[in-house]
Nanobody, 124 residues
Framework: QVEMVEFGGGSVQAGGSLRLSCTTN?????????MAWFRQASGKEREAVAT???????AYADSVKGRFLISKITVNNTLFLQMDTLKPEDTAMYYC?????????????????WGQGTQVTVSS
């Protein structure tokens, strides 16, 4: 059973930074073809924020480009999301996700494994 656990959420003022972490109980390099961060704000649909492919290619939602950075450290099976210059509209529950099989586009594909989420709140 694949487990994914997020850490690092919290409350911050606009313009501040947070770093989210997601640890898994599987080796990320050999198990997951795509890994991603999603978010869901209250009353809105879940949306992809940033994705990272097996080849290291990253993709970002337009709303976070230039402010967020997705990365991973394979040796300890951890995915990160560095979030800078946070805005109130970034307030949401953030989820990490992973998919084990190939797909042409990590940003638009379906994900199989999910964490339980971590809340990010940005105040103005």
């Amino acid at each position: 059973q694949v487990e994914m656990v997020e850490f690092g959420g919290g409350s911050v003022q606009a313009g501040g930074s947070l770093r989210l972490s997601c640890t898994t109980n599987r080796p990320t390099e050999s198990t997951f073809y795509c890994m991603a961060w999603f978010r869901q704000a209250s009353g809105k649909e879940r949306e992809a924020v940033a994705t990272l492919g097996h080849d290291g290619q990253a993709a970002y939602a337009d709303s976070v480009k230039g402010r967020f950075l997705i990365s991973k450290i394979t040796v300890n099976n951890t995915l990160f999301l560095q979030m800078d210059t946070l805005k109130p509209e970034d307030t949401a529950m953030y989820y990490c996700a992973a998919a084990p099989f190939w797909a042409p586009d990590c940003f638009t594909r379906q994900y199989l494994f999910w964490g339980q989420g971590t809340q990010v709140t940005v105040s103005s």
